[in-house]
């Protein structure tokens, strides 16, 4: 889209002494600067950006914004030009805004869902019963940018400037209505302060992040920030009570004024799920809305699911929809993904599944989830991602083992760590009677081989990634795909 320069002003920014400069455009890496920009040097977790402003001004930056610890970097770099210096207390906070003003334009209606696990799923089960409605409708987040606009995306929730210039691609190109994903890290970097929500929608909350976060009560309250600080105060919170934190996050929603659609198995819960019955192609889901009883078949796998679609399905009517046309629309929705995808089927019968599961719980979520739809035998795959929260890696193998008739541990993204390291910590935990194995297609193959009629297979961490992260490299690898491979060759198609 085109776009002409705009005076801080217009930005909602001052700059000192006091001159208001047109800009053409922003950036946050001084390499991406372009004549006329505005520079945010925001502060990072190893170097000040405003460390970098010299490269920002040989490139013809015409302003900078940063914070008072930037300023005391930057300041003898200033010295004698003409530069307009704009310096607040929350530099990211300030440049949410500034990119949501500067770009003008986001869709009509928007959503956002955080949560450790499951914001993919009710995200893209958010945009896919808005086009069962008719809308056009698109989903943000993990898997980029999917629907009536698509486009890639490197993080979960993009930073601000990214994020505010593709909402004003998408709505130039007719969408009107959008869900994303909303990171703990993205909320903590305050990536969604500038985006209009209608709702917004809590998972769960479980292990994981503490890499980044200093704890768990950190780690909350960046997740809570979508409730007590983003969503307005006539927005719509839909809570998944059954979650330890749902009832006080409930309890913050109303505190602000803001409606409250609860979704669990309470009899206090708006969307009160009552039952499910499984089978190899799907389940049968028994709800209350309202107190009024509802009967859906979900043609997806893993009890988890449900819980999913009807957080997806309170976003949905949270924004507006009439509630019978939403639950109508559930039968025609599909697996996300990467997200309990079936990936093949042997001869014999036996399935294979690929799932994101990255954290204990989404691991033994997945299991338990699986369970139900499977005959005989359900053996896993798991593994762990190397330079991320260390602790979890036992955990997750003991998850694994606990869960599953037979457990192979693997590599995952092993990245700048030594695999066989992160291997051990996952064995720790998954115990002597788990099998070894580093090389993952290899892992696959072995996993696929073990299995007989009425079998399955789960292969988790990586869902729906196309890449295996070693050192600093990014090898092609998709876990699908090597499941189709390794049930093609043991069947004989190839």
């Known amino acids: ?101 500067f770009f003008g334009a986001q869709p009509a209606t928007m959503v956002a869902v955080t949560g450790t696990n499951g914001k993919t799923s009710v995200a893209t089960f958010t945009r896919m019963i808005w086009q069962a409605l008719g809308l056009d409708a698109a989903n943000i987040g993990t898997t980029g940018v999917e629907g009536a606009f698509a486009a890639p995306s490197s993080h979960t929730t993009p930073e601000p400037i990214t994020l505010h210039r593709l909402l004003a691609d998408m709505t130039a190109a007719g969408v009107t209505h959008a869900a994303m994903e909303a990171s703990s890290h993205g909320l903590a970097q305050r990536r969604l302060d500038g985006v209009v929500l209608q709702a917004a929608a809590f998972t769960n909350f479980t292990q994981d992040h503490l890499d980044y976060h200093a704890s768990f009560d950190d780690y909350f309250d960046a997740k809570a920030g979508l409730f007590t600080r983003v969503l307005p105060e006539d927005g719509t919170a839909v809570i998944n009570t059954d979650d330890a934190k749902g009832p006080g996050l409930a309890a913050l929603a109303k505190a602000r004024g803001q409606k409250v659609i609860r979704v669990g198995h309470g009899n206090v819960c708006e969307i009160q799920l009552q039952g499910r019955r499984f089978d190899a ?24 699911q449900a819980m999913n679609v009807l957080t997806a399905a309170g976003l949905v009517i949270a924004c507006g929809a009439e509630p019978k046309a939403v639950f109508d629309a559930l039968a025609q929705l599909s697996t996300v993904r990467g997200r309990m995808q079936l990936a093949a089927t042997r001869t014999n019968g036996a399935t294979v599944f690929v ?72 064995m720790a935990g998954a115990g002597p009677e788990a099998t070894e194995v580093g090389d993952r297609a290899e892992a696959i193959l072995r996993g696929v081989d073990a299995l007989g009629p009425g079998d399955a297979l789960l292969i988790m961490g990586k869902g729906h990634e196309r890449g295996q992260v070693i050192g600093t490299d990014v090898f092609p690898f998709d876990d699908a795909e090597q499941a189709s491979i390794a049930v093609a060759a043991l069947d004989g198609k190839i």
């Open 1 to 101: 889209m085109a776009l002409t320069a705009k005076p801080l002003s217009a930005l909602g920014l001052t700059a000192r002494p006091g001159g208001d400069v047109a800009v053409t455009g922003l950036s946050v890496d001084s390499r991406l600067v372009k004549p006329g920009h505005l520079f945010a040097a925001l502060p990072g977790s190893k170097v000040h950006g405003a460390t970098f402003v010299t490269a920002a001004l040989d490139r013809g930056a015409a302003a900078v914004l940063t914070d008072r610890a930037g300023e005391e970097i930057l300041r003898p770099a200033l010295a004698g030009q003409a530069v307009g210096l704009v310096v607040v207390e929350d530099a990211r906070l300030a440049l949410a805004c500034a990119a949501a003003l």
């Open 281 to 304: 192609a799907g389940q049968d889901v028994r709800f209350l809305w309202q107190g009024g009883p509802q009967m859906v078949r979900l043609p997806l796998i893993g009890g988890f």
């Open 355 to 426: 799932d994101y599961a990255h954290t204990p719980d989404a691991v033994e979520t997945a299991l338990r989830a699986l369970r139900p739809h499977v005959l005989g035998r359900l053996v896993a795959i798991v593994g762990a991602g190397g330079d991320r929260d260390r602790t979890k890696r036992p955990l997750m193998g003991a998850a694994a083992a606990a869960h599953a008739d037979a457990v192979i541990v693997t590599d995952d993204n092993p990245r700048t760590e030594d695999p066989a390291s992160i291997r051990a910590a996952v």
